[in-house]
């Protein structure tokens, strides 16, 4: 008899072991449930790491390749006019930056632009915006063609000139400072951060309008 009810005891006992289980079923859908947000999340920066630097590749093979060519071709030679006058080849070397500003500062620039370079690549993996990996391919593509000159190019490192050739509506930087394809990435990149900026869209893909509009509404 003391058999026969022990049984019964431990089969009653039985769904009681069934039942913790039972208890701690929400904690698996969570941990599912992150499980693809994790994968799509670690998905998404590759693209975008593909596009800031497939972009900033761009930019830089664009300029080295139109500065090898005007060093070779037009340097030493008078000013070419294209598009009926809008715009003129002219060679010049800058010592400063874009736009032949701060003339005498090479080495300062170099650095500055080693710091560019440094945070964007650093930011990078943070990415979760198409239009801010544009903008930041650009502005890298940029320095490091700017760059490229100053630590390469005469009279020596950190203190090479730059190669400009673009001159607007007259030879020289008559009416606007001559520049070069770096200078002009530089300037678009950072015009499409800043309009990003401006629009409420941060690097990281949050949309700072949508939250007002969610805090209003709650």
Known sequence: MSSEQSSPRQ???????????AEQAPETPA?????????????????????????????????????VVVVAELEGEPPVEVLGGLLYLDVL?????AFSLATGMTWLLALLAIAVVGVIV????????????????????????NLADRLFRA??????????FLS????GGAVWPVFNIADSCIVVGGVLVVLLSLLGRDYDGTVHR???????ES
Request: net charge positive; charged share 20%; proline share 10%.
């Open 31 to 67: 941990d599912t449930a992150g499980t693809p947000a994790a994968d799509g999340s670690s998905r998404a920066p590759r693209k975008l790491l593909a596009l800031l630097f497939g972009v900033a590749a761009v930019a830089l093979g664009l300029d080295v390749l139109t500065k």
């Open 168 to 171: 607007v509506l007259a030879p």
């Open 210 to 216: 949508k939250k007002k509009a969610a805090e209003s």
């Open 122 to 145: 650093w930011l990078a993996p943070k990415l979760r915006s198409p239009g801010w990996a544009v903008g930041l391919g650009l502005v890298l593509g940029g320095a490091c063609g």
């Open 93 to 97: 070397r800058n010592p400063g930056a």
């Open 11 to 21: 089969s009653s006992a039985e769904p009681a072991d069934h039942g913790e289980p």
């Open 155 to 164: 009279p020596g490192p950190l203190q090479g000139h730059v190669v400009d």
